[in-house]
């Protein structure tokens, strides 16, 4: 970092709400940053670095400049005629001696003559040239530093009481100290009751300074001062990446202690919260006794990262470990007693977790379904138990769709039945009240005690999924069945009663649930091959026979529900690297088959390369611009059939005989779902489209060769676009 016109700003204040810190953080510093920027007070290689530890929030930027340069500001006042009364000895109007005094300009008469002759015109207009004053560093950093905390994505703001006893102020914590240094001047800058100063804290317990205060005599110098006399690492990538690092070695000591390799848990989020409550991190570990992996080891991991904030060790196999990693925010010699009183604590969050693991498997599954009654779903559907009525009426429905006649699975559908019936009543379990993440897995623990099959109890679990982006989808097909039907009722149901998600808002994750709809549908070789639409019908319906005011489940509602998940499906297929024209190709056409999405896609971007594709293309175009000017109300163009004893030109029959091939050849391949080679054969129709259109006038006087042509073109054109609208391409 440049040793020169280095700027640091920190507010030092009590722990702040960790989840938000690292927020808290950037938002601070690029607020600071902006706002000096706006003002002209850094130059243009200038950069900035956030900091952000659980007692402060600061800023280090480099190349400052103490006062911003002058500027010329060119004002356009108005027209010469309003400006003045006399345009020749240039008398001024009162509406320009009004306009000027906006400028806090002195426009007495001794002044005004100065003034007018500073005055520019230009194409009739009058224009006021003023330069502006630089500001100095301290005004600006004021501003800056007032804007950045007004600016603050805070979760919840404080009101505390200042020193004096009588003022009160606001910010996310009480602040204590308020450091503004350029290099190793004092900026004199006051925010919530403070005056900035060099002085701030150290670590409450490691910093071995009187009172814990450190004085930073150097912006240049705050990361090691605060590192070496505070014991605070004040940079939270830093911090985070230490303590990364020292889990990791201290998951290779235990796994070389205990002969068997170990690994930590992947969870950034609990990574980044820990991060923020520590800083002077120290991996320690832990030890919980081996009875409580009798418990479905989902519950251990939860209790212990949710209630604890430690990290568990897993074996190769996925198996949890009785060793926990802990951060300590201290480093004494003997960290005996720390490990001890984390052993200590844990011990009853995981005798909880036992106890209602024990207490739950006392009572079946279907017992607790019974009660789903008592829990309310939503005021306009019903209770949860009329919701799950209605997803065992979908699933039962779904199966009856030819594609199941080609599945051979024995018992699919008692399995589908019962784990659809059951899917919810974990909800009732004291596990799944305690930890509502648990949802569906403790559903698949108690069914396997329960003694139903592994294809019911995988089901029960599975049929949230996918959960989240890149989360996996059901393992079965049970599984798949029930989520696709649970999800549709979800949907329906919410987009029936009006709650559609508005900009950023979506309470009920419909947008989750429609891409969930679109993968269960759309995945090659671990999807269901179903029809979008048929779906979409069994839903609502189902909706029309339980809800007694059911109008809303009309045709309009299914509209509204296609294009909700194909706006959705599309954002899939973007992310995976479809262009927008290749994606609106295909889903413009609303295609029932979500399953065969994948390969259409595929066959555009081989058609695309043809030499033909530019004017196949173009002739498409210029056949859907003849055919959009035919007024349905006068012809029906589905209802036209094509004469050939009414051709009159070779190029029309030419045309025709070639369109049949081509047909025939095409509809073949894609039945086969070889889509590649039906539209690489609509390459064989452009030389006789060109000379058609060369040597064929479709809007002859004669109605009937017109009406035939109209016929020969809405066939060309409903075969040109059978996979994919080429219009859109």
Known sequence: MNNTNTLLVELCCEELPPKALQNLGNSFAENIYKSLQKNDLVNT??????????????????????????????????????????????????????????????????????????????????????????????????????NAISSLPIPKVMNYQLQDGWSSVQFVRPVHHLVAL???????????????NNITKGHRFECKTENNLIRINNANDYTKILSEQGKVIANFADRKN????????????????????????????????VTALVEYPNVLVGTFEKEFLVVPQECLILTMKTNQKYFPLLNKNGKLSNKFLLVSNIKPTDCSAIIDGNERVVRPRLSDARFFFEQDCKKTLESRGNLLSKVIYHNKLGNQQQRNNRVVEIAKNILNLPYFATIKQQNLTEEVIKATQLSKADLLTDMVGEFPELQGIMGRYYAQNDGLSDSIAFAIEDHYKPRFSGDDLPRNIVGKIVALA?????????????????????????????IGISRLLSEKNNSLNLPLNDLLVIANNVFKSNISDAKEYSETNLKLLQNFIYERFAGILKDQGFTTNEIDSILSLQPSDLYNVYDKLNAVKEFKKLPEFEALVAANKRIYNILKKVDSKVLNLQELTINETLFSEVAEKDLYNILNEVATTSMQYYQQQDYTKSLIELAKLKNNIDIFFEKVMVNVDDINIKNNRLALLNSLFAVMNKIADLSKL
């Open 242 to 273: 230490i303590i990364q690092q020292q889990l990791n070695d201290a998951a290779k000591e235990v796994a070389n202690e205990v002969g068997e390799e170990l690994f930590i848990t992947e969870d950034d989020d609990l990574l980044n919260e």
């Open 486 to 514: 649970d999800k549709l009722e979800t949907i329906t149901g919410l987009f029936g009663i009006g709650q559609l998600p508005t900009g950023d808002k979506d309470p009920f994750a419909l947008r989750r649930h429609a």
């Open 45 to 146: 290689d200038s950069a900035f670095t956030a900091y952000a530890s659980p007692r402060r929030l600061s800023v280090i930027i480099n190349n400052i400049r103490k006062v911003s340069p002058d500027k010329l500001v060119q004002q356009k006042l108005m027209p010469v005629k309003i400006a003045f009364e006399n345009a020749e000895n240039k008398k001024p109007s009162a509406a320009l001696i009004k306009k000027l005094n906006t400028f806090n300009l002195n426009t007495e008469n001794e002044n005004l003559d100065n003034i007018i002759s500073q005055l520019r015109i230009e194409k009739e207009m009058v224009f006021f040239d003023n330069t502006i004053s630089g500001i100095d560093l301290a005004k600006g950093l004021q501003v800056a530093v007032e």
């Open 182 to 196: 350029l290099d190793n001047e004092i900026i004199p800058i006051s925010v919530l009751g403070l005056t900035a």
